[in-house]
């Protein structure tokens, strides 16, 4: 395998995973960053984010002097062979991807780039982003190419050393092959396509996956009218090889730092293009309408009747990342929730294994135990899916509370032992 130089623009979950597995390869990295604080930590190797492996590949890279990090663009690119761009693209207005950072960075390095060096998009851009990059570039002797990330949180670096594809788009095929390369060691698919095709494999992927969400948690209150069990259904449905067992639980909505960003992406990108993308639009909808429903749900446990108050109710929210195995709380729906319950009038408490107490939330006070999360509430919701919360003492957690109940909106719990220990239990689904 050739070495290659590359440079790392962005360190934050995408750069950072990006860098250190890179240099994992053999690869020799520069990260940069405009952080100067963060540039430091990281060259100590201290890690902020909250990932498995991560901090122990960043370590093992410095040690062995392939990892580097400095600050500014402009200081790792002068003699890369591959750039990669993994800086932040938020949503912007009207949900369309905000592209100031990338355009900043070609800006910045576009006269220091070396002569055949290929600029790759890392970020989640919408379709054109390679083209729109080249022509701020206005450099003929500077590839452009598109190479998406499939990462999740809590298991980016499994991800990165294990994919499932490749995905490299360019209209010059010697430099997506160049950047196909730095994958070699892993032995996975590649697909080589045009950069457009690779950019809009990223949000079909995500867009596909915020849709099979939305229908099983349509699905699941159909089986609570119909009298039948949602997780005997995915069940069955899962050993369809058609449709497979990842994506079919039921929660409060999906969230986080990628679906909610790119749905409302692809749908801008659509409407642009004079495309009524309904089936997408419903799916937005539909997440949407979850979260309410949860509400709902949470009110009838509580109060016994559909639109009971809860002005004044005390309610113990366990976990509040958007999912379990990550800090980040980027569209989280149990915020969302805890948003809404707020606005109905609850009192909130919030445990999350992932969050120190006194964390600003807002509306939802945290704290350090989950046993002082239960205490003299009139409920406790399961809103995260952490492990954690399914060996908690039930019964201590049942003289603690004031009214004995439980919703649990991520199905994590066996009602049977929640139901032992005196609550009453309250899940998706389920009867």
């Known amino acids: 395998m050739f070495v290659r130089r590359i440079a790392v623009v962005g360190t934050g979950y995408v750069g950072l995973t990006t860098g250190a597995c890179l240099a994992s390869l053999g690869h020799r990295v520069v990260c940069a960053d405009v952080d100067e604080g963060k540039v430091e930590r990281l060259s100590r190797g201290e890690v902020d984010i909250l990932e498995p492996r991560l901090a122990e590949l960043v370590s093992e890279g410095l040690a062995s002097g392939r990892l580097s990090f400095v600050l500014g663009a402009s200081a790792a690119v002068a003699d890369a062979e591959v750039v990669f761009l993994c800086v ?10 905000d592209l100031q950072a990338v355009e ?4 910045e390095t576009r006269d220091i780039l070396p002569s055949g060096c290929v600029i790759v998009n890392k970020s989640t851009v919408p379709v054109g982003t390679s083209i729109r990059t080249a022509e701020l570039l206005r450099r003929d002797d500077v590839a452009v190419v598109s190479n998406p990330e499939f990462l999740r949180e809590g298991s980016a670096v499994h991800d990165f050393l294990n994919p499932d594809r490749i995905v490299v788009g360019c209209d010059q095929q010697d430099a997506a092959e160049r950047v196909a390369a730095l994958y070699a060691r892993l032995g996975a698919p590649t697909v080589l396509t045009d950069a457009a095709s690779a950019e809009m494999v990223k949000y079909a992927a995500n867009c596909f996956l915020a849709m099979k969400l939305s229908y099983v948690n349509a699905v699941a209150e159909l089986c609570e009218r119909l009298g039948a069990n949602i997780t005997d259904v995915t069940e069955g ?4 090889k058609r449709i497979g067992q990842a994506f079919l639980n039921p929660g409060p909505g999906w969230g986080g730092s990628c679906l909610p960003k790119d749905t409302h992406a692809l749908l801008q990108v659509a409407d642009a293009a004079d495309f009524e993308f ?18 709902e749900k949470i009110r009838l446990a509580v109060t016994g009747k559909r639109g009971g108050s809860l002005s004044h109710v005390r309610l113990g929210l366990l976990g509040l990342t958007f999912k379990a195995g990550t800090d980040d709380l980027r569209d989280s729906p149990a915020l969302a929730v805890a948003a809404l319950l707020r606005q109905a009038g609850a009192e909130l408490v919030g445990y999350d294994p992932a969050l120190s107490g006194g964390t600003d939330l807002g509306s939802v006070s945290v704290v350090d135990d989950p046993y002082q999360a239960a205490k003299d509430v009139d409920a406790l919701v399961v809103l995260t899916e952490w492990p954690d919360f399914r060996s908690l003492d039930w ?26 220990a005196g609550f009453t239990c309250t899940s998706l689904g389920r009867r």
């Open 88 to 97: 932040p693209t938020p949503m912007g207005v009207g949900g369309i991807a």
């Open 104 to 107: 900043s960075v070609v800006d």
């Open 237 to 240: 449905m899962g050993y369809d």
């Open 278 to 295: 309904r089936l997408l639009r419903a799916t937005i909808d539909t997440n949407e309408r979850q979260r309410l429903r949860m509400v």
């Open 395 to 420: 019964a201590r957690l049942a003289e603690t509370v004031r009214q004995p109940v439980v919703v649990d909106t991520r199905n994590l719990l066996d009602p049977d032992v929640i139901r032992r």
